[in-house]
């Protein structure tokens, strides 16, 4: 361990049964609905009218160990066993997973001085709601005055749990924002997608949404996208693919493409830059989480081709657009050495994931991709940056 705290930008708890419902309105209880099948005992996830299909057991309870797919996602697979397999016995789940105390308290034994908390369940509402926009933002406010309750948004210095905003209305979104920053929000989350509101769709870097995005400037909101269902399986679909978005990968096809993942944070970002959205508002700062940084080096290359042959359709120049406003929190399997070449490294975050199977063990395991650095890119990477986006 380094003799300064880890500041780490990816970490998640796990939803409750009652995360949703808690505070719902009950005229929207058809929007969130717990099922057990009698046969089974199983219990499912009813999102409006639609199986909640992209977690195999939304309860969490037994859960995969922390890390557990480490190997799997770092390319070593070499037996080639498939995913279930590596994933091994599955536990009980841990109360440091959804009491704020005892997470504090592991928070300390890691070595962790903060944590950027995020949902695991929810990440997968809105494109099962999009075409019910008072049952979804009845949802999403559910969800975040759960938020607020079980784990502040942003009580201390030692957790940040951001709230989860969508667009698919814009009064709606406006008056959530509101609601978030007078309780003290630091930071939102979204999914990276175009927004899609029943068959129409629109970029979030639209003008429609400026005043939302000034009130984030205002508010001095960092705004983060995290992996999740971004509706990009309709892609796959036109390629004969099945559309489902998960952990494991769905075909060679669809982790070739990185559809669910490279795909849409690209897009996102680069609609924030070339639709002009941080053009018209300087002081948004955009946070990639759980998205890897694979795709950074090939962002970069087709922005400098397209300015350097039409510098007149674009806003801004995105080279300094990208290096100004937007921080990336590599996955545990990238190269970070690589990712200098392609970015500053004050905007470079760390992020273990934990305690999905997913991501580190401990934190304090992804040390070991910042080793080639110096000490001081090694610091800034694993805690300044994060420290200084979220003043902490």
């Known amino acids: 361990m380094p003799d300064y705290l880890l500041y780490d930008a990816d970490q998640h708890y796990y939803e409750a049964a009652d995360t949703f419902t808690r505070h719902l ?38 859960v995969g160990k922390p890390g557990a797919l480490a190997a799997y996602f770092r390319g070593e697979n070499v037996e080639g066993a498939d995913v279930k397999k590596m994933m091994g016995k599955m536990e009980p789940i841990r109360p440091e997973y959804r009491n704020r105390d005892a997470r504090v308290a592991v928070l300390d034994r890691q070595g962790v001085g903060g944590a950027f908390l995020l949902p695991t369940l929810a990440l997968g509402i809105e494109r099962l709601l999009n075409d019910d926009a008072p049952a979804l933002y009845a949802v999403m406010h559910a969800l975040n005055a759960w938020i607020d309750d079980e784990w502040g948004f942003a009580r201390d210095n030692r957790i940040v749990a951001p709230p989860v905003l969508s667009l698919v209305d814009v009064d709606l979104a406006v008056k959530e924002l509101g609601w978030v920053i007078e309780r003290g929000a630091k930071a939102i989350v979204f999914r990276p997608a175009p927004v899609v509101a029943g068959d129409s769709y629109r970029s979030m870097a639209d003008p429609v949404y400026d005043q939302f995005w000034s009130m984030c400037e205002d508010a001095d909101l960092a705004v983060a996208f995290h992996a999740a269902d971004s509706g990009y399986g309709m892609d796959l679909a036109r390629w004969g693919e099945r559309p489902k978005f998960g952990t494991a990968a769905a075909s060679a096809f669809s982790e070739v493409l990185s559809a669910h993942m490279e795909r849409p944070i690209t897009d996102t970002i680069s609609a924030f830059i070339c639709h002009g959205a941080l053009s018209r508002h300087p002081r948004l700062r955009l946070v990639t989480v759980e998205l890897g940084s694979g795709w950074v080096g090939d962002l970069i290359r087709r922005m400098k081709n397209a300015y ?17 406003k937007v921080y990336v929190t590599p996955f545990q399997e990238d190269s970070v050495s690589s990712l200098l070449d392609h970015m500053n490294v004050d905007r470079i975050l760390f992020g273990s994931d934990w305690p999905h199977p997913e991501g580190c063990s401990e934190p304090a395991d992804a040390l070991r991709d910042v080793a080639d650095l110096d000490e001081d890119k090694q610091r800034r990477v694993m805690a300044d940056n994060m420290k200084a986006l979220l003043a902490l």
């Not at 717990?34 to 089974?40: A, M």
């Open 25 to 62: 309105d009950p005229a929207f209880s058809y929007a969130f609905r717990w099922q057990t099948d009698q046969r089974t005992g199983r219990t499912n996830l009813l999102i409006g009218d639609r199986l909640f299909s992209m977690i195999s057991n939304p309860t969490f309870d037994p």
């Open 308 to 324: 350097g042959k039409v510098p007149y359709l674009f806003p801004c120049d995105p080279i300094e657009a990208f290096h100004d």
